[in-house]
């Protein structure tokens, strides 16, 4: 499954575009203009899962680092800093990486 199989390949173009400045991104309003909030929860299930390269039921911050690359491949990496803010809204059990369920509140709280 790919990210265009739940998300408007238009609307992730613009969400992506939307943040080409380095310390830039924004999640909740990256998270919208893509769409997933309007998504059921087990549509942000499998986006969660398909950015989970590693298959480990988590996204960990190196992966983090690299989740606009899920949305778009041609997309920037985070920045440390970015990334760091963005495991800091989702890791709400402090373990140090997001997992499906961590993910579904975040994007719901978007």
Do not use: Y
């Amino acid at each position: 499954m790919s990210m265009t199989d739940l998300l408007h390949a238009e609307d992730i173009k613009k969400a992506v575009g939307a943040f080409t400045a380095v310390d830039s991104f924004d999640h909740k309003r990256f998270f919208q203009m893509v769409g997933l909030k309007k998504k059921s929860p087990e549509d942000v299930k499998k986006v969660f899962h398909i950015l989970d390269k590693d298959k480990s039921g988590f996204i960990e911050e190196e992966e983090l680092g690299f989740i606009l690359k899920g949305f778009s491949p041609d997309a920037r990496d985070l920045s440390v800093k970015e990334t760091k803010m963005l495991l800091a809204a989702g890791d709400k059990d402090g373990d140090g990486k997001i997992g499906a369920d961590e993910f579904s509140t975040l994007v719901a709280e978007s």
